[in-house]
């Protein structure tokens, strides 16, 4: 069973650009969450999606930013016009269903995007 | 909103010894969480341990909670080498698929 699968692993873009980064959630997992993790710092929330619907953007920046899960396929992050501030590692987790008490939140490898 | 946050940011001990870390949080908590992160990679997870617990062990870990302190630690029992990484708490307000709340991590050296 795999992991959670991110890629790319490293995205370089020119300010200005766009960035899309996917995230592809463990089998059998249908929720994902998308964090951002600046140099030396822990990782900040972003958002929260269930196949079709974004449950929670809360830590999603409003312009610029949009994220997405299809019915089919992985989920994307993307980030449009990008700035050097936007230069982080960011990670995707998953998570099986809501029921229960606890859902343990399995991890990717990350993207670390470069913005020159 | 709660922001956990760790101390020491930074700590070296020699092989063998035992390395403890703190983590405080600021809101109301359904459970935390431990995360190693090495070098360049992703989050592994460690414990967890819920609102309601005081104590836990999982192998050479032990994590304690006192939440009238808001507080935890993270006790590495006999460390070795293959533990130098970061460590994060995570905090969660509800039960079930929730966001978690990083605290801003322990980067712990371990010295052969």
């Known amino acids: 069973n795999a992991g959670v699968m991110q890629n790319p692993r490293h995205l370089v873009r020119r300010r200005g650009q766009e960035a899309r980064l996917r995230c592809s959630p463990m089998?059998?997992?249908?929720?994902v969450y998308w964090y951002r993790q600046l140099p030396e710092e822990g990782l900040k929330f972003m958002v929260y999606?269930?196949?079709?619907?974004?449950?929670?953007e809360s830590g999603m920046p409003k312009e610029r930013f949009s994220a997405e899960f299809p019915k089919e396929g992985p989920s994307i992050l993307r980030i449009q016009q990008v700035v050097r501030g936007d230069s982080a590692a960011y990670f995707c987790?998953?998570?099986?269903?809501?029921?229960?008490?606890?859902?343990?939140?399995?991890f990717g490898p990350g993207t670390r995007l470069t913005v020159l | 909103s709660q922001q956990g946050e760790e101390d020491p940011q930074a700590l070296s001990i020699q092989e063998g010894e035992n390395a403890t870390m703190n983590c405080s949080y600021k809101?109301?908590?359904?459970?935390l969480q431990w995360y190693r992160q090495n070098s360049g990679r992703g989050l592994v997870h460690l414990i967890l341990?819920?609102?309601?617990?005081r104590e836990k062990h999982s192998g050479r870990l032990r994590v304690t909670l006192d939440t009238s302190k808001k507080s935890s630690s993270l006790l590495i029992t006999a460390s070795r080498a293959a533990d130098t990484a970061s460590y994060f708490c995570?905090?969660?307000?509800?039960?079930?698929?929730?966001?978690?709340?990083f605290g801003q991590g322990t980067r712990l050296t371990i010295n052969p």
């Open positions: 987790a998953s998570s099986q269903t809501s029921g229960g008490d606890y859902n343990e939140q399995f």
């Open positions: 089998k059998g997992h249908s929720h």
């Open positions: 999606l269930q196949k079709e619907n974004i449950i929670d």
């Open positions: 809101t109301s908590i359904n459970n």
């Open positions: 341990i819920r609102s309601n617990e």
């Open positions: 995570a905090t969660s307000r509800r039960q079930g698929a929730q966001k978690l709340v």
